[in-house]
Antibody, heavy 117, light 110 residues
Framework: EVQVVESGGSVVRPGGSLRLSCAAS????????MSWVRQAPGKGLEWVSGINWNDGSTGYADSVKGRFTISRDNAKNSLYLQMNSLRAEDTALYYC??????????WGKGTTVTVSS | EIVLTQSPGTLSLSPGETATLSCRASQSISSSYLAWYQQKPGQAPRLLIFGASSRATGIPDRFSGSGSGTDFTLTISRLEPEDFAVYYC???????????FGQGTKLEIK
């Protein structure tokens, strides 16, 4: 079965750090990529970051640039999102998605990040 | 940065009717870069349409996408109760792997 499963969400204080993980199974990456998309409570979807699986090149939304770092471990079929200097506005459900270049076709159920003192 | 504007914000229709959802880009984009997603409460988004008009695997033919340039449309014919959800359009920005979503259209039962 093709699936991705996120983990690592938690409650963290403003200024703190958190690392999200995404385990992928049922597919090989080859020329695909992976993305993180978040959804604040009651709000729409916001793309956060993406990575090319083959060459590791990355992209970030302006709202997280310089604070978040996306990475992958090909051997473990895993994706990560290191989040530093967290702010209240980073509170959201974070989805991991398979990125087929131009669209995302496999989504996880998400992991919740709450930034609060 | 390209901005996607979806309209209407909320659409109230009855089962059996046809829904027409609009997505307008602030500048022309390639049709290859335009996708549509459905999201139901408490669920992850589901890919419906990619390349502006190609249905994803398992998507009923009641769902169709069209458009080019700056104006794109998602049409849902013969609405079923399970179609009432929020719909997002999405465009691919610049390499590598950068995306923008519209603000969403909520399709509700009238």
């Amino acid at each position: 079965e093709v699936q991705v499963v996120e983990s690592g969400g938690s409650v963290v204080r403003p200024g703190g750090s958190l690392r999200l993980s995404c385990a992928a199974s049922g597919f090989t990456f080859d020329n695909d990529g992976m993305s993180w998309v978040r959804q604040a409570p009651g709000k729409g979807l916001e793309w956060v970051s993406g990575i090319n699986w083959n060459d590791g090149s990355t992209g970030y939304a302006d709202s997280v640039k310089g604070r978040f770092t996306i990475s992958r471990d090909n051997a473990k079929n895993s994706l990560y999102l290191q989040m530093n200097s967290l702010r209240a506005e980073d509170t959201a459900l974070y989805y991991c998605a398979r990125d087929r270049l131009y669209y995302m076709d496999v989504w996880g159920k998400g992991t919740t990040v709450t930034v609060s003192s | 940065e390209i901005v996607l504007t979806q309209s209407p914000g909320t659409l109230s229709l009855s089962p059996g009717e046809t829904a027409t959802l609009s997505c307008r880009a602030s500048q022309s984009i390639s049709s290859s870069y335009l996708a549509w997603y459905q999201q139901k409460p408490g669920q992850a988004p589901r890919l419906l349409i990619f390349g502006a008009s190609s249905r994803a695997t398992g998507i009923p033919d009641r769902f169709s996408g069209s458009g080019s340039g700056t104006d794109f449309t998602l049409t849902i014919s013969r609405l079923e109760p399970e179609d009432f959800a929020v719909y997002y359009c999405q465009q691919y920005g610049s390499a590598p792997r950068m995306y923008t979503f519209g603000q969403g259209t909520k399709l509700e039962i009238k």
